[in-house]
C-alpha cells in the first residue's frame, strides 16, 4: 500500500477506534467529516496508484456518501473510470467536479481526458483554464499539454509557442523540448533544432523518436559517428519502431 494509502487508513482505523471507544462519533462534527472525507479519498487514490481501480470505487463511494459535493472525490472517481475506459462515467464525474471546484490540477486531468478522447478543442479549451493558475506546481505540463493539443489541430506555430512557454516555466521540461526540436528540424531551423534536441539529451532521455531525429540531425551536421552510433541503439532498443523502419528507409 502507498504511503498517502497507508495514512488515509490509519486515520480511518482512528475514526472507528473513537466509535468503538464510547468517545464522541467524529462524523457528528465537521472536522471529523472533513477529515473522513480526506482520508477516504487518499485511501481511493492509494489504490489507483497501486492498479487497482476497482477497490479505489469503494472509499470514494463513501467519501461522497459524507459529502455528495465534494470536487475530489468526484475529481478521484472520474480518474478511475478513465483508467477502466468507462469514459461516459469519467465525462460524468470530472463535470461534477468541475462544477464545485475550478482546481487548475482537475482542469488539467479532465483536459487530458478530452485529449484521449479526441475531444480537442475541449481539452484545449479546459487546458488554457488550468494555465491561468500561476500557482499550479504543474504549470509547465499544462503548456506542453496545450502544445500536444494544438499539434492534434493542426496549429504548429500555437504550439510551438506553447511548448516555448513550458521551457521558459521548466527548462527540464523534456517533451516540450523534444517537440520543439522536432518543429524546428520540420522547418529547416537545423541550429535551433539541435540546441533543443542537446538539452533534451542533457536531461538524460532518450526514445525511438529522439534517436531518429538525432540520426537525422547528425547527418545534417555531418557528424557520421554520432549517426551511425544513434541508429545501432534504435537498433538494439526499438527494432520494432515505426522510427526504425523510417531509419532503415532512409538509409537506402
Known sequence: MSLRAALALSVLVSLSGCVSSGQVDPLSTESGREEARRAYVQLGLGYLKQGDPERAKAPLSKALELDPSNANAHAALALVFQTQMEAELADKHYREALQRSDDARILNNYGSFLFEQGRY??????????????????????????????????????????????????????GALLELASLAYESKDYVPAKEYYDRFVRLGEENARSLLLGIRLADIFQKPSDAASLGLRLQRLYPSSAEYRTYLSEQR
Open 121 to 174: 478543442e475541449e481539452a484545449l479549451a479546459r487546458f488554457e483554464q488550468a494555465s491561468k493558475d500561476t500557482l499550479y506546481d504543474e504549470r509547465s505540463h499544462v503548456f506542453e499539454n496545450m502544445g500536444l493539443t494544438a499539434l492534434k489541430l493542426g496549429r504548429k506555430e500555437q504550439a510551438r509557442k506553447y511548448f516555448a512557454r513550458a521551457v521558459r516555466l521548466n527548462a527540464r521540461q523534456q
